[in-house]
């Protein structure tokens, strides 16, 4: 069964810092996505990572895919307090026919 | 250009009754996905339709039924609601089966937050 582990779960940073979100997922797939979450509202994607090796980035966020270790990092560069939100991974099942999402990464930036 | 379209935004139930939620995917988009968000956790997958055919389920009771309309909308019905099927319901749609070579990134919606009472 295909699950998605995302860590760290909260993640409190200051302005200007740099920080990773990890997700691991627990067997093959070559789809994986990024989705930002704020608070009331539906997802936003962000960023889908079709390859081994994939990197993809939009301003502050970078994010890459490593199929081989099943895992992928979002990462964040010197952050902005708009950057608060809740971020999720996401992972395609087998088929393809279902998306298995994560737990989520509360970020909160301090200004 | 329409996006996914989810109604009603917010419902409110008591325990044992049944709802219905209702989404019209994305315009030229033809299947539709639901999960069920609740509060503080990841999306939870429940069901996918194509073609009118329910092709996916995940791992809920069969309190949960959909449907696909040949306008490729679709509803979401829960029967005897629990205190537990308190929830932000989102549909998402796409083109296609998400395969290889056709492949479409899921559109979401607004989703519908259902409260049991």
């Known amino acids: 069964e295909l699950k998605v582990e995302q860590n760290p779960l909260f993640l409190s940073m200051q302005e200007g810092k740099n920080y990773t979100i990890y997700c691991n997922y627990s067997?093959?797939?070559?789809?994986l996505y990024w989705y930002r979450q704020d608070p009331g509202k539906s997802l936003e994607s962000l960023f889908v990572l079709l390859s081994n090796g994939a990197v993809k980035q939009e301003g502050r966020l970078m994010a890459s895919l490593d199929t081989k270790a099943r895992l992928s990092t979002l990462h964040i560069t010197a952050a902005v307090h708009d950057l608060s939100a809740t971020y999720f991974c996401?992972?395609?099942?087998?088929?393809?026919?279902?998306?298995?999402f994560g737990a989520g990464t509360r970020l909160f930036v301090k200004a | 250009d329409a996006g996914v379209t989810q109604s009603p935004t917010h419902l409110i139930k008591t325990r044992g009754q049944q709802v219905t939620l209702r989404c019209s995917p994305k315009?030229?988009?033809?299947?539709v996905s639901w999960y069920q968000q609740a509060l503080g956790q990841g999306p939870q997958f429940i069901f996918q339709?194509?073609?009118?055919?329910?092709?996916q389920r995940g791992n809920f009771p069969d309190r949960f039924s959909g449907h696909q309309f040949p306008n490729y909308s679709s509803e979401l019905n829960v029967n005897a609601l629990l205190l537990g099927d308190s929830a932000l319901y989102l549909c998402a749609s796409s083109l296609g089966p998400l395969v290889e070579g056709r492949f479409q990134p899921q559109h979401f919606g607004d989703g519908t937050r259902l409260s049991i009472l």
């Open positions: 067997t093959t797939s070559d789809r």
């Open positions: 996401a992972v395609d099942g087998t088929g393809g026919f279902k998306t298995i």
């Open positions: 339709y194509y073609e009118e055919e329910e092709r």
């Open positions: 315009s030229g988009h033809d299947t």
